[in-house]
């Protein structure tokens, strides 16, 4: 119970307590009978019937939360930011034209806000069920709601042509993925997960294997997973226990436990295939050992069709912070029969075909869940009213203005602005940088854009799912306390925003990756392109008056960045803890150089935009709007983050561990 005890009268008599209790709104049902059997001034509400009386007390009426998909400014980065007709001539771009775009978008877009956006709140509350048999439920509509998204089509946007899908740019799917994120993030983890595992068997399975299973994984008849992890070994694979014994039939006996396993066990689909990193007896018992295996949850004869149950299991699910309606398990393979993907002890080579892909999905799931949050801070924030703004009434006729007008607010909501729209520039533009890396008319080309994918995937998913947590809990601080109450839903979000900075390897391991093995490949090669791109930019954006105080600022911190790439190849080879110490604050300052980048080559765009006459002004404006603020408040913390690096690692590792 909700009790308004110390409420003014004169408030207490404006609500109106029939409508509020004649109506759950959590649930949508009907009257609480009890609300409604009690005296006006004594009245106390129960939770799901405070909202209403939240509203009241603010100006508006709309109800929260509530997902507009971003199509516009999705459109501005691909068509004009990345300017994807330029690529038309490439194999898988000569149908991405501006109305295809639109209709993709469109449709999309429309599916996630009226399908799955309005079976969140009960995934989150409800969650998947196991039961005694080892069978799992998904939430409540979670089932109908995928079966409209296979009829519809989705699962094959990304996947690939020549096995069922539409194998649409990267690029494209991209945009709807961050869209089903924001809609419904633990609905999206299902044909995520099933797309990762298609690429894994597209880059390293055999070609009989590649017809058996891609085609209906690709209709989203059949979904994947990724079985990595076990109770003892998580970022330390090698350490693996589960064992592949050679049947005589060329099939393996695999036997083990795996945890944590994303859409280990549902209802959704009529069969799983799981991929699964086990070792084969005699092999390397560390990360030389591993190989990958494909294990059907129902075995799948040789015409396609469904035979006998195989010996996997879901022991249990996961009891999580957040992302219910993602059915996390404890999968159990008792001698379960599973076939070698690639060549044997090759298996972490190949699952990692499938997690660059993915970590930039996990990426996305930062920025989706961030402008969901956003856009519903920004509307209670138009809506709640305290306090007077500094320089003097806002709305003299009201009794208080909105907390909009309060520039700590509005700290919050541009930063979060800022850091979105430049994490979706980011996110798309590696994306692209993927379509071109298979489709590239030249080898240098395509051998360029690789580069710029392998150093820019642990940028994008270090930083972007950073991003995405300190977002949705800035947006719940902008609810104040009821940001901490279930029913506005924003607290949701902070839980489901906090996972993905975890899995698929976690951003310390992100870091380490980015500074261990993605700077000093090739000899920096990658590296160099990039810092060279972003150099080329600063110089053309710095000789127009309307871009150069942003093309400056970045210029700095490039310099920052590039000072702390030199710190690190001095130091970090003398002593390997000096990079380890490093790597997370060089990655958070490449993140920065990153987005300054995207919003340099926004400003360039906005500007031009403005001069032609081409586009909504406004739109246009708040881009150079939000590019200053960007430049002027967030990317000077490279200057920060470069001290940080260069303090090296005496400070943290100075302590020896039995002082913690
Ligand atoms: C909801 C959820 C879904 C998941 N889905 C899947 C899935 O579908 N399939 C799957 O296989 N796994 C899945 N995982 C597992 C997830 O990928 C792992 O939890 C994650 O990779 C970290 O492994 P760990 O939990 O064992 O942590 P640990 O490896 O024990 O790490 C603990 C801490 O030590 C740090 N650390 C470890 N080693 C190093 C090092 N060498 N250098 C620096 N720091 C280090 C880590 O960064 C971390 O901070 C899921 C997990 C969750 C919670």
């Known amino acids: 119970m909700v009790p308004l005890a110390g409420l003014e009268p004169a408030l207490l008599a404006e609500i109106d307590f029939e409508s509020i209790a004649s109506t759950n709104f959590t649930t949508g049902a009907p009257a609480c009978e009890r609300c409604l059997a009690q005296p006006d001034e004594t009245r106390k509400l129960e939770t799901g019937h405070i909202r209403p009386y939240i509203r009241d007390v603010t100006s ?173 070994c998580g970022t330390d694979l090698g350490l693996i226990r589960t064992r592949a014994t050679p049947n005589a039939d060329g099939s393996y006996a695999i036997t083990g436990t795996k945890i944590f396993i994303s859409s280990g066990e549902h209802d959704l689909t009529e069969n799983i295939i799981h991929l699964v990193l086990a070792k084969i007896a005699g092999a390397p018992d560390n990360v030389k050992g591993i ?135 980011l996110c798309l533009w590696t994306a692209l940088q993927d379509d071109l890396s298979r489709h590239a008319a030249t080898p240098e080309e395509r051998a360029q854009a690789a580069d710029l994918v392998a150093l820019m995937t642990p940028v994008v998913k270090g930083n972007v799912t950073d991003f995405g947590y300190s977002i949705a809990t800035d947006m719940q601080q902008v609810f104040g306390g009821h940001g901490y109450i279930r029913e506005w839903g924003v607290e949701q979000y902070v839980r489901d925003a906090r996972i993905p900075m975890i899995y698929e390897g976690t951003n310390g391991i992100q870091a380490m990756d980015l500074v261990g093995r993605k700077l000093p490949a090739q000899g920096g090669r990658a590296a160099r392109l990039w810092f060279g791109m972003v150099a080329a930019d600063i110089a053309t954006a710095k000789a127009d008056p309307k871009t150069a105080s942003i093309a400056e600022a970045l210029e700095k911190s490039l310099g920052q960045l590039q000072a702390a790439t030199m710190w690190l190849m001095q130091n970090g080879m003398a002593n390997p803890d000096n990079a380890g110490a490093a790597a997370y604050p060089y990655m958070r300052c490449a993140g920065l150089v990153a987005l300054g980048w995207m919003w340099l080559r926004t400003a360039q765009v906005a500007v031009a935009g403005l001069a032609a006459g081409d586009g909504d002004p406004a739109f246009l404006e708040a881009k150079l709007v939000t590019a200053r603020h960007f430049t002027g408040r967030l990317l000077p913390r490279t200057s920060a983050l470069r001290r940080e690096i260069e303090a090296g690692a005496e400070p943290v590792m100075a302590l020896p561990a039995e002082a913690f």
């Not at 956006?117 to 799992?136: E, K, L, Q």
């Not at 912070?321 to 398990?329: I, P, R, V, Y």
Request: glycine letters at 12%.
């Open 60 to 232: 508006g009426d709309s109800t929260m939360p509530s997902y507009r998909a971003p199509i516009r400014d999705t459109r501005f980065v691909i068509e004009q930011l990345l300017d994807i007709g330029r690529y038309s001539t490439l194999p898988g771009f000569d149908g991405i034209t501006p109305d295809l775009l639109e209709a993709v978008l469109g449709e999309g877009a429309r599916f996630c806000e009226e399908i799955l956006f309005p079976i969140n709140a009960d995934g989150d509350r409800v969650g998947c069920t196991r039961h005694p048999d080892g069978s799992v439920t998904t939430p409540p509509g979670a089932r109908e709601a995928y079966a409209r998204f296979v009829e519809a089509g989705w699962p094959t946007l990304a996947a690939p042509a020549d096995h069922g899908g539409q194998g649409m740019p990267h690029v494209v799917s991209t945009a709807f993925q961050e869209y089903l994120t924001s809609a419904n993030m633990g609905f999206s983890l299902y044909p995520e997960l099933t797309l990762g595992a298609i690429n894994a068997i597209m880059a390293t399975g055999s070609e009989a294997q590649k017809a058996l299973y891609v085609p209906n994984m690709s209709t989203g008849k059949w979904s994947g997973t990724m079985n990595l992890t076990e109770a003892h």
């Open 291 to 425: 190989s990958l295996f494909i294990v059907p949850k129902i075995l799948v004869n040789s015409d396609g069709s469904l035979g006998a149950r195989n010996a996997v299991s879901c022991g249990a699910l996961e009891e999580k912070m957040g992302l219910h309606g993602s059915a996390t398990c404890v999968m159990n393979y008792d001698g379960a029969t599973g076939w070698l993907v690639g060549e044997e002890n090759k298996g972490l080579a190949a699952m990692f075909v499938m997690m660059n892909a993915a970590r930039l999905g996990v990426g996305l799931q930062g920025l989706g869940i961030a402008e969901v949050a956003y856009q519903n801070a920004v509307a209670y924030a138009r809506e709640r009213r305290q306090g007077r703004a500094l320089t003097g009434p806002a709305d003299p006729a009201a009794p208080a203005d909105p907390i909009i007008v309060h520039p700590d607010v509005r700290r919050m909501l541009m930063d979060a602005r800022a850091l979105i729209e430049g994490s979706r520039a």
